[in-house]
């Protein structure tokens, strides 16, 4: 950022997932903890003083947000008890540029515009993630085995989805800091390797930004993706159970 140059990996996960850097580093020991002898925190505006010290209290968290809270539950719980599926093998990211003259990212494609158009007619493709369907061509819509609505995540969304585990990150600072701030920074690890899984599998070359692809387009590329799926989705399950029990310890203090 200070040399003012972009990055097509590391960039969305500022740009996209709208929580600033200097946000990232501020710590938070999450709801109803006293911190003894505190006076100040990284947190100000939502802590209080209690008892020779500071406490961030179940109260200050807006009563108009406990709707997103109880739905985030609901959607967790079902995610977490879906079986991960490994098939995908990255086609979202080939299904956003198919039979497009113009791509999404500043850098060059690993392959001619017709070869890459073929890789996404070669495959299926079975996006089950709204957010990352949502930026398909046109052309590349109906390709899609499922048909996908936002209202419908809860009933498609799997652990195995690499952008699933993303947003594990989006679920944590979307309620800083009422969960703690480590839980915070381990969701945002986990993301940041999803996000080099998924770039590393997408049609764009970024060899010239030290990636190596995963070359999805052949046999062994595809075996290597699946099994970055799977590693992904074992890290995550433990994120993903203390996301849902810091949601479910605040919707209970908030009152919902």
């Known amino acids: 950022?200070?040399?003012?140059?972009?990055?097509?990996?590391?960039?969305?996960?500022?740009?996209?997932?709208?929580?600033?850097?200097?946000?990232?580093?501020?710590?938070?020991?999450?709801?109803?903890?006293?911190?003894?002898?505190?006076?100040?925190?990284?947190?100000?505006?939502?802590?209080?003083?209690?008892?020779?010290?500071?406490?961030l209290p179940a109260a200050a968290f807006p009563r108009h947000r406990l709707d997103y809270l109880r739905w985030a539950v609901?959607?967790?719980?079902?995610?977490?008890?879906?079986?991960p599926v490994f098939g995908c093998f990255g086609l979202h990211e080939w299904a956003m540029v198919y039979r497009e003259p113009t791509v999404r990212h500043r850098v060059p494609l690993r392959l001619s515009r017709d070869d890459t158009d073929r890789v996404v007619e070669a495959g299926t493709v079975r996006c089950t993630h709204?957010?990352?369907?949502?930026?398909?061509?046109?052309?590349?819509?109906?390709?899609?085995?499922?048909?996908?609505?936002?209202p419908a995540a809860t009933a498609n969304d799997q652990p195995g989805c690499v952008h699933v585990t993303m947003d594990l990150y989006k679920f944590g600072f979307?309620?800083?800091?009422?969960?703690?701030?480590?839980?915070?920074?381990?969701?945002?690890?986990?993301?940041?390797?999803?996000?080099e899984l998924d770039m590393r599998a997408s049609p764009y070359d970024l060899t010239a930004f030290g990636y190596a692809p995963v070359r999805i387009e052949t046999r062994e590329g595809r075996e290597e993706y699946a099994a970055g799926q799977r590693e992904l989705y074992l890290r995550a399950r433990p994120v993903r159970e203390r996301m849902l029990t810091a949601y479910r310890h605040l919707l209970a203090l908030a009152g919902g």
């Open 130 to 150: 709204f957010d990352a369907f949502r930026f398909f061509t046109p052309a590349a819509v109906p390709l899609n085995r499922y048909e996908l609505t936002r």
């Open 174 to 195: 979307k309620v800083a800091p009422f969960v703690p701030a480590e839980l915070v920074a381990d969701a945002f690890e986990l993301a940041v390797a999803a996000r």
């Open 1 to 55: 950022m200070r040399r003012g140059e972009k990055h097509p990996v590391t960039d969305f996960l500022f740009e996209y997932y709208a929580f600033r850097a200097g946000h990232l580093a501020r710590w938070s020991p999450g709801v109803g903890v006293r911190l003894d002898g505190a006076t100040d925190t990284d947190w100000k505006h939502w802590f209080a003083p209690c008892d020779g010290g500071m406490v």
């Open 74 to 83: 609901a959607y967790l719980e079902a995610t977490q008890a879906r079986e």
